[in-house]
């Protein structure tokens, strides 16, 4: 049967050019990302999966300590708590796995899975001490590929790991829910704000930052003088400086400071890293 002309055979057609530039030279992933745009462009793929296409790219980009919590932001449990405590603690977090630590953060004993919890309060006869309901701490260098530790998660069935420094000290923490959103996008669930978190300190002199982010926050944050007189969020004042719309990988250099769009589709850009000058990254508000 005669193929009919219209949306089949321009799909097939790119199809065709997706196969060549696979199979032909060079095969970088400049060349691959440009071509999946262009069909994006001419509809045969939406914004949403190109989007999470070029996360899946960006993933062997990125490392552990480029979406890591730091760990002064780290919610955890003092190893001589009791379990009253943890609770509270645990309640007031809507977390669901919390690291149970010992000498100023530094030494991680454990995880605690809150389910573990139910255990110890349904049975009052046999009430057991913390370290009873321990899981073993999975660690992880700061330095680890995003690919890698997806691919360790999913192997071992883990979702939390603790990232130590050079001198073994925990430096902060990764879920497999930080991984992914890196592809899908932010992951909302009940207990994230919208507010909260706007900006984020991974250490370094490197941050974490939401394109809806207010200038005016940004400018008294990090000390800066800004203008938000054409725009009022820092996403906006990058697509400004890139004369379009940021797509994911883009850097930007203003002002001293360096951006990178690490999340963006084809509607806004959603997240930001920043890269702070060494005289002004002391990873604290002004």
Not at 178 to 206: F, K, M
């Amino acid at each position: 049967m005669e193929d009919q002309p219209g949306n089949g055979t321009a799909q097939r057609s790119w199809l065709g050019r997706l196969g060549q530039a696979l199979l032909g030279e060079p095969r970088d992933q400049e060349e691959l990302i440009d071509l999946l745009r262009d069909a994006q462009q001419r509809d045969v793929l939406d914004a949403e999966a190109l989007s999470m296409m070029e996360g899946v790219m960006q993933v062997a980009d990125l490392k552990v300590r480029d979406v890591m919590v730091p760990r002064a932001q780290m919610v955890v449990i003092e190893h001589d708590c009791s379990m009253e405590e943890i609770l509270s603690i645990a309640m007031e977090s809507g977390h669901s796995r919390l690291p149970v630590v010992r000498e100023n953060r530094d030494e991680v004993q454990g995880i605690l899975l809150v389910k573990d919890l139910l255990h110890y309060f349904a049975d009052k006869e046999r009430r057991r001490s913390l370290e009873d309901f321990l899981r073993p701490a999975r660690f992880i260098p700061e330095s680890k590929r995003l690919n890698t530790l997806l691919r360790e998660f999913r192997l071992s069935r883990i979702h939390m790991a603790i990232v130590i420094d050079e001198y073994g000290r925990a430096a902060g923490l990764v879920t497999i829910e930080d991984v992914l959103e890196q592809i899908v996008g932010e992951i909302d669930d009940e207990h994230d704000t919208e507010e909260d978190g706007l900006i984020r300190a991974n250490g370094d002199g490197r941050f974490m930052i939401k394109a809806l982010t207010p200038i005016e926050d940004f400018n008294e944050y990090f000390g800066t003088q800004f203008s938000d007189d054409e725009f009022d969020t820092i996403g906006g004042l990058l697509m400004r400086k890139l004369g379009r719309m940021p797509r994911r990988g883009d850097h930007v250099d203003f002002e001293g400071f360096t951006f990178e769009v690490v999340r963006a589709d084809g509607r806004r850009v959603h997240l930001l890293g920043l890269s702070v000058p060494a005289a002004e990254s002391d990873d604290s508000p002004r």
